[in-house]
């Protein structure tokens, strides 16, 4: 198309991108032939009058349009709240509101008070009015009693001038000047009259605009530019009524309408907490609080929040909700680092001391006291678990009477730092780690009994004592089983050499029973299991162990079902939400229940604790500090906690009784068919190594192959039992 050079051409062509036309053509099949359009029949439509509707919809569309309207909505919305304020002054409508809600409330004696100050109210307007009904004839006879007496009085001040200057005439010169002045006056009232009532129109006007501005529930369309985000509002007693006003319970909704101050009294007082503000809300009868509980994303947008950014707890009154509200963004902040990182002199004691462990949602330290407390942190994959349960553990590090037993069936090196600090570590997700661990857990019970029988036969009445477990050599001393990423341990299918499970969750599970059986007594005698799972399910987490954990605290989970098996029923019907946290926003975010073990708000049963990050760098850092404080501990790992065998009667158990000399490479063989695990990866070279000790050293025979001498194998076991083996000189 061409175009055109009149104004009122619309160049259609410059509105199109430009593509190869040609190319076009060849895709295409041919169209029909359609009639050119023209300059002129563009111009037509280009000046085709705009309809009326039209123009009077952009008209009231147009900013100027919606401001103007705004100040009047500001305006009106300020008359009628003066005009409301006006009626409960002179009325007894304010008196009848707060009756209502009282009785709503069932509160009788507060509606019995309120009736009784409405009597007052009324008795007092009733004696200004008969006071009004006399007050012309009063005012008239003041008014005729102040004129008589003014008349007089300068009647007087006159004869006093003429006696005075000998001027008759001046007698009534006071009288004539206040004639004058009252003459003034009314000019001067005339020329302002219009200018003061315009003015105090305007002024009125004015003050009727601020109020209303603050108080008028702009709609939508009339609303400035930039205000529909609100998300910074503050929050106040109007913001929260009305927010639980529109939850959408019918009877909620109804019973707020009744109250007479429109629900101002459901309210406590606003209080601020930490990083946002906390109210308890007393809820009408009729209304449950897990009513409100279930509507928590809803309550927090006609807050102005985020589902975040608002908690609800049920505290010990009845039919109280308290909400937690955040300021925007606050919890998108980060905390700051952990007091183990910026004080390198820093110590611990676990009997007396707490983990700086984060901040609870009000901004103070949240501290967790895990003397005696078996501890469990569940939560889904990489949402920071082994590093908040890590934070724990490198504090009581810190004390250096505290010994560790890890196992980290993960093994990517999250816990390496502790080589060196820890008795024992295990890092690997193969069933031969998991095999270990049991080993370590069942070393643990067997410590646990030890400990108990010790206590028994001490005498002791008041239980370990902080004396007992720090006196060196006691055999007290505070000892924590970790095993992070249990549930490997609790799925294994594998056995071990005497058939039974290492997983599972029946009675013949080896991790199963060990845990059951440190839960049960192991905090008595400072004997503390520490687990990390993920996903909590019963296969990974069965009910009589998770149930037995002192300390239960739970990062992001996905379902209400899940939140339940990490921090009990009862912790998740009063609020606790773990998986109403943001995945992969909120890492480090945990929530609590531990009882006494951390502080929180009265009647609280859980409370949420933004963790401290500590990481790798500073996790050895920390770990290094802690073994100064401490002896040099030699660390096994895995591969030396796997049990160990005697070579010497392996290989007499292998050879036959008549047989003389048998080749090292048959021996390896009937050696693997034993124990395979173990003797998994032998060479020649390696048995003879092995062999050599006990004076039984492999030889080669004519045909080149290396042999064992059955003679040497007996000779040696006949040495080590009679205890030749141990003399020098033997």
């Known amino acids: 198309m061409s175009t055109a050079t009149t104004d009122n051409v619309v160049d259609l062509d410059s509105r199109r991108p430009v593509v190869d036309q040609d190319a076009v053509d060849e895709q295409l099949p041919a169209a029909p032939a359609e009639p050119e359009t023209t300059a002129a029949a563009v111009t037509v439509a280009a000046e085709k009058p705009e309809q009326p509707a039209g123009r009077l919809i952009r008209v009231v569309q147009h900013r100027h349009t919606r401001t103007a309207a705004r100040q009047v909505v500001y305006v009106v919305a300020g008359a009628t709240t003066a005009a409301n304020h006006r009626r409960d002054e002179r009325s007894t409508a304010r008196h009848h509101r707060m009756m209502q809600a009282a009785e709503v409330k069932g509160d009788h004696a507060t509606a019995l008070l309120w009736e009784e100050r409405a009597s007052q109210h009324r008795a007092a307007r009733h004696a200004r009015r008969m006071a009004l009904l006399h007050a012309p004839a009063q005012v008239a006879k003041a008014t005729v009693y102040g004129a008589a007496t003014t008349a007089g009085v300068l009647l007087l001040i006159g004869a006093c001038l003429a006696a005075a200057n000998k001027d008759p005439g001046e007698v009534i010169a006071p009288t004539m000047a206040v004639v004058d002045a009252v003459r003034f006056v009314v000019t001067l009232a005339s020329i302002l009259w219009a200018p003061a009532v315009l003015t105090a129109v ?16 702009v709609p939508a369309w009339l609303a400035p530019a930039g205000q529909a985000d609100v998300s910074g509002v503050p929050i106040t007693p109007s913001l929260v009524v009305v927010a639980l006003r529109e939850l959408g319970i019918a009877d909620l909704r109804t019973k707020i309408k009744a109250m007479g101050d429109n629900g101002a009294t459901m309210l406590s007082l606003i209080r601020i907490a930490g990083c946002g503000v906390e109210v308890d809300v007393t809820l009408p009868e009729g209304t449950s609080t897990l009513e409100i509980q279930n509507r928590r994303r809803k309550l927090a947008e006609n807050l102005h929040r985020h589902e975040h950014e608002v908690f609800i707890t049920i505290p010990p009154a009845p039919r109280t909700v308290r909400l937690w509200i955040a300021d925007s963004g606050a919890l998108d902040e980060p905390i700051g680092p952990s007091p183990l990182v910026l004080d390198p002199s820093l110590v611990a004691d676990i009997y007396t001391g ?19 407390r078996h501890i469990l942190l569940t939560g889904a994959s990489n949402q920071g678990k082994t590093a908040a349960l890590r934070a724990l553990m490198l504090w009581a590090a810190l004390d250096p009477t505290a010994e560790f037993w890890i196992a980290d069936l993960k093994g990517v090196g999250d816990w390496r730092m502790y080589d060196g600090l820890a008795t024992t570590l295990i890092q690997g997700p193969t069933d031969a780690h998991v095999a270990a661990t049991c080993d370590m857990v069942d070393d643990g019970v067997a410590e646990m ?19 007992m477990a720090r006196k060196p050599g006691s055999g007290f001393h505070p000892l924590f089983i970790v095993i992070d990423e249990s549930q490997v341990a609790f799925v294994c299918p594998a056995k071990d050499k005497a058939g039974l499970p290492y997983g599972g969750v029946k009675a013949t599970s080896r991790f199963f029973m060990g845990c059951r059986k440190i839960l049960n007594q192991g905090r008595a005698v400072n004997v503390h299991l520490v ?44 609020g606790a939400a773990p998986h109403k946290l943001r995945m992969g926003l909120d890492k480090g975010t945990l929530v609590v229940a531990a009882g006494d073990a951390i502080a929180m708000p009265s009647g609280q049963i859980s409370i949420t604790v933004r963790s401290h990050y500590i990481g790798g760098k500073d996790a050895i850092a920390i770990a290094d500090r802690a073994k100064a404080l401490r002896k040099p501990v030699t660390t096994r790992s895995a591969e030396e906690t796997v049990e160990q065998r005697d070579l010497l009667f392996d290989v007499a158990s292998v050879l036959g009784f008549d047989e003389t000399l048998v080749k090292s490479s048959e021996i390896i063989i009937r050696l693997r068919g034993l124990d395979s695990e173990f003797y998994d990866g032998w060479t020649q070279n390696k048995l003879s190594a092995e062999l050599e000790p006990d004076a039984v050293i492999p030889r080669k025979t004519i045909d080149g192959t290396m042999h064992v001498d059955h003679a040497e194998v007996r000779a040696a076991i006949a040495a080590r039992e009679t205890g030749a083996g141990d003399d020098p000189d033997a």
């Open 202 to 217: 305007f002024t009125g006007l004015m003050r009727l605009w601020s109020v209303g501005r603050k108080r008028a529930e």
């Open 354 to 372: 707490r983990v700086p462990w984060g901040q609870d949602l009000r901004g103070d330290v949240a501290a967790l006291s895990i003397f005696q």
């Open 449 to 467: 009994e030890r400990r108990l029988m010790k206590v028994e036969k001490s005498g002791a009445t008041d239980g370990v004592t902080r004396e």
């Open 531 to 574: 687990l990390g799972t993920q996903d909590p399910t019963d296969a990974n987490l069965p009910k009589i162990v998770r149930e037995a954990f002192h300390i239960r605290a739970a990062l992001f989970l996905g379902t209400e079902s899940q939140a339940k098996m990490a921090l009990g029923e009862t912790a998740v019907d009063a």
